[in-house]
């Protein structure tokens, strides 16, 4: 039952994907009214197929499509966050193409692969991986935000306001979203990475800290700390803070890259 939800929930993604891009050729809000409803019922069949497969004992092993499956209802979830908190479906439209694949990749994904490391076995690695998964999702979103910045800030300077940048918020409004997930997202990374750490660290010693992805973790945690800084100390904001957070997802690429060549979180086939 927990695949029939998803599936369920994936078909729903896919009608406000859909809604967002008819509403890119109409002149209104960049997305319909009508999306908000549909992603709410999509995302609560979504959580209902994750707890279903929790209980089945499907996510023991914490397979690669159950991670995407996951990453795509955080993403959604501070998608939903975000209208209620500022009224604007705008990141939207990066946001549901995205959580509509990743979500689409796990419904459809047969013999899919899976964490090999007995030490993603044990189920305590669930807290562990929402908290890094959070972060990852407040990250995404951030870069989204910032994208979006710097189309607006380019339409205003050009004083052409059609298409995407007409129906975005004002600049103030993007850059707050940006900002305030990024205070979402690095306490999740953070406890995340500690809590991968000091476990990880009984299990495999001094050596679990020499694995590519922990080392580009903690780059990525070093930028994400940077970002941050520049905008409490420094002042960053618009522009020079939308780079930078272009910068950190950049770097949270590479970290899940590193998935598949890592010898802690490799994924291998069953």
Not at 26 to 46: K, Q
Not at 148 to 155: A, G, K, N
């Amino acid at each position: 039952m927990s695949l029939f939800w998803l599936r369920v929930a994936v078909c729903l993604y896919g009608i406000s994907l859909l809604y967002a891009l008819i509403a890119l050729v109409r002149r209104r809000e960049i997305l319909s009214r009508a999306t908000l409803p549909v992603a709410v019922v999509a995302v609560t069949l979504h959580f209902v197929a994750l707890v279903e497969a929790f209980a089945a004992g499907k996510m023991v092993a914490m397979p690669l499509h159950q991670s995407e499956s996951l990453l795509a209802f955080l993403m959604m979830l501070l998608f939903i966050g975000v209208y209620y908190l500022y009224r604007t479906t705008s990141p939207g439209i990066v946001v549901l193409p995205i959580a509509f694949l990743l979500s689409l990749s796990a419904a459809l994904a047969q013999a899919a692969p899976q964490f090999g490391s007995p030490l993603l076995r044990s189920g305590w690695i669930y807290t562990h991986i929402i908290l890094i998964l959070t972060g990852y999702a407040a990250l995404f979103f951030s870069f989204i935000a910032s994208v979006l910045y710097l189309v607006h800030e380019r339409s205003l300077k050009n004083k052409n306001l059609n298409g995407i940048a007409g129906k975005l918020p004002a600049l103030e409004t993007i850059d707050s979203i940006g900002y305030k997930l990024l205070l979402i997202g690095f306490p999740f990374m953070t406890i995340g990475l500690i809590a991968g750490s000091v476990i990880a660290q009984v299990q495999y010693g001094s050596r679990y800290f020499l694995d590519p992805k922990v080392i580009l973790s903690l780059l990525m945690w070093g930028v994400y700390m940077l970002m941050l800084y520049t905008r409490w100390n420094a002042g960053w904001r618009g522009r020079r803070a939308a780079l930078l957070a272009a910068i950190a997802f950049a770097a949270a690429l590479s970290v899940w890259a590193a998935n598949y060549f890592s010898g802690v979180h490799r994924f291998v086939a069953r």
